[in-house]
């Protein structure tokens, strides 16, 4: 993205702040649609996930899937303007939350929570924000100009601390936040290539996955929650579920595992709001040919 696409794509951003639910959501379903027509490499990229991980289902209904996650992506985008220049009382009115009690803990215990890349991820965030002071891994983006909105957006109301992603070297700064109090609002599902990474079935497809939460949570004796954002007709909801029992358990790869199959349940419940636009299997196991 250029500069100055960024730029225009930030304004149409902000000229949505003061319109109606509905009238994002139907300028939404035009640049979605428009979108699925011209953007062909990521439309390749989300068919080649689908075909892999929803194989039962026919070509016909995974390109209508596709297509509706193209215009939940352009309607999450354009939320974005109630997230970056809305009150509090807006954000909090846009984005509901379900399970919010999960939360606390009597024994005080450091907290992580898994945010799988759903459309409503930012949403999320923000809303937790309106909660919490938490910690997040930050990964920088190319474009500056989009970087630096994102950014300033993200570090509304409770001025989280953004860790930047350097590999392995975030983990010491991840483990003492959460130690000091802070709960760590992490994104699990990137393929982050083969260093640091084991591979472990997503939906039956061996992927490239950081084991970070099972070590943090053996490290810093933290409870571990689901907190997904759904997009719904009039805003989001975040689910916050109850803390995992048995976990961590056995091994690093056993935890690891668990995780993708608690990602697996959500995402076969919300099948056209997950990123299969991301290359999730771009990593591929020795000997295993190139997955896109």
Known sequence: MTFALARLSIALINRTANWSMTARARLARLLGDLLWLVALPRRHIALANLRACLPELPGRERRALGRRLSRHLARGLLDHSVLWHGSREQVEALVRVDGAEHLLDPRNRPLIMLAPHFVGLDAGGARLNTLVRGVSIYAQ????????????????FSDPLLIPRRGAAELKQVLRA????????????????????????????????????????????????????????????????????????????????????????????????YLWTHKRFKTRPPGAPPFY
């Open 141 to 156: 983006q190319s474009n500056p100009v989009w970087d630096e909105q994102l950014l300033q957006g993200r570090r509304r």
């Open 178 to 273: 959460l130690k000091d109090g802070l709960p760590l609002y992490y994104l699990p599902d990137m393929d982050l290539g083969e260093t640091n990474s084991i591979f472990v079935p997503f939906f039956g497809v061996p992927a490239a996955t950081i084991p970070m939460v099972s070590r943090l949570a053996r490290a810093a004796g933290a409870r571990v929650v689901m907190a997904v954002t759904e997009l719904s007709a009039d805003g989001y909801v975040l689910h916050i579920e109850p803390p995992w029992t048995g976990f961590p358990g056995s091994s690093v790869e056993e935890d690891t595992a668990r995780m993708n199959r608690e990602i697996e349940r959500w995402v076969r419940r919300l099948p056209d709001q």
